[in-house]
Nanobody, 115 residues
């Protein structure tokens, strides 16, 4: 059972990245999905979340209008499209799958926004 993120990297301010979170060993459609990030010296924060079928999404105020969370349950994958990136978006981004008291975390992918 694991979640594997990919898609991070170095991007200039104003650029875009698309993160992917692929689940294996369990059926993603049964889980509530979310993306979190942690910058150096800061606590981990919730960035975005999406309901089981993808009909409901929520975003942190700092990313509203710039980030979009989505999921493809047939592919057992969740995504985070990040546009208009800012230096303050620099962090390790991790995905989470939650069902009741069961939580799975990915290892994280580094996103660095710098000129």
């Amino acid at each position: 059972v694991q979640l594997v993120e990919s898609g991070g990297g170095l991007v200039h301010p104003g650029g875009s990245l698309r993160l992917s979170c692929v689940a294996s060993g369990f059926t993603l459609s049964s889980y509530y999905m979310s993306w979190h990030r942690q910058a150096p010296g800061k606590e981990r924060e919730l960035v975005a979340s999406i309901s089981f079928a993808g009909s409901n999404t929520n975003y942190a105020d700092s990313v509203k209008g710039r980030f979009t969370i989505s999921r493809d349950n047939a592919e057992n994958t969740a995504y985070l499209q990040m546009n208009s990136l800012k230096p303050e978006d620099t962090a390790v981004y991790s995905c989470n799958a939650r069902l009741g008291l069961t939580n799975f975390w990915g290892q994280g992918t580094q996103v660095t926004v710098s000129s």
